[in-house]
């Protein structure tokens, strides 16, 4: 029987698989010469500047090389599966060069102005004062006092730690701050 005269062109379905299957070079240059191109008219027209979307190109149909394996006609053609995988590096790269973008002048940026000695003094008599205060309290509020502000826990979470309800706990917290603030001589 001759040889047709006419032998129809793989489909790059088929080329993807005989990449996969037998890692054809001749396949796989056909699979580049086609979707190389458009991939990078793609790239280009999501954002991506021309250097970068040559870059990305490359890294797409490398990858098309090294799984092709997994390509399943099945669930996508091959058009889809490669601009898949072409959108799935762009959004990568996004992400990785992803700058905030800040003002210096924010006040949340700006260093805390070094304190004076003095000021170190007070904050140091504050703090052993409050400590003197925490230690007339009854042992029930100091101790949730100590749960609540030192070990930063909620009053739902003290309140199951500690096996009393929520309201109990809510109203010696308050108990607690009222004394503190009479002691401290604080009437706000």
């Given at each position: 029987m001759p040889e047709p005269l006419f032998r129809p062109s793989p489909s790059f379905e088929e080329l993807i698989v005989a990449v996969g299957a037998r890692q054809d070079r001749s396949a796989f240059a056909a699979l580049f010469a086609h979707f190389a191109p458009r991939v990078k008219a793609y790239l280009v027209r999501t954002g991506s500047d021309v250097s970068g979307a040559d870059e990305l190109t490359q890294e797409v149909m490398l990858l098309v090389w090294r799984k092709a394996e997994r390509?399943?006609?099945?669930?996508?053609?091959?058009?889809?599966?490669?601009?898949?995988?072409?959108?799935?590096?762009?959004?990568?790269?996004?992400?990785?060069?992803?700058?905030?973008?800040?003002?210096?002048?924010?006040?949340?940026?700006?260093?805390?102005?070094?304190?004076?000695?003095?000021?170190?003094?007070?904050?140091?008599?504050?703090?052993?004062?409050?400590?003197?205060?925490?230690?007339?309290?009854?042992?029930?509020?100091?101790?949730?006092?100590?749960?609540?502000?030192?070990?930063?826990?909620?009053?739902s979470v003290i309140a199951a730690e500690v096996g009393l309800p929520l309201g109990t706990v809510k109203s010696r917290l308050r108990l607690a701050l009222a004394r503190l603030r009479t002691y401290l001589g604080d009437e706000r």
């Open positions: 390509y399943d006609p099945a669930q996508a053609n091959a058009a889809t599966w490669i601009f898949t995988i072409a959108r799935n590096k762009r959004i990568d790269k996004f992400r990785r060069e992803r700058h905030l973008d800040f003002d210096p002048e924010d006040p949340s940026l700006v260093p805390e102005p070094e304190q004076l000695p003095d000021h170190g003094i007070e904050a140091a008599q504050e703090a052993r004062k409050l400590g003197e205060a925490i230690t007339t309290l009854p042992e029930e509020q100091a101790s949730l006092l100590k749960l609540a502000f030192y070990e930063g826990k909620s009053h």
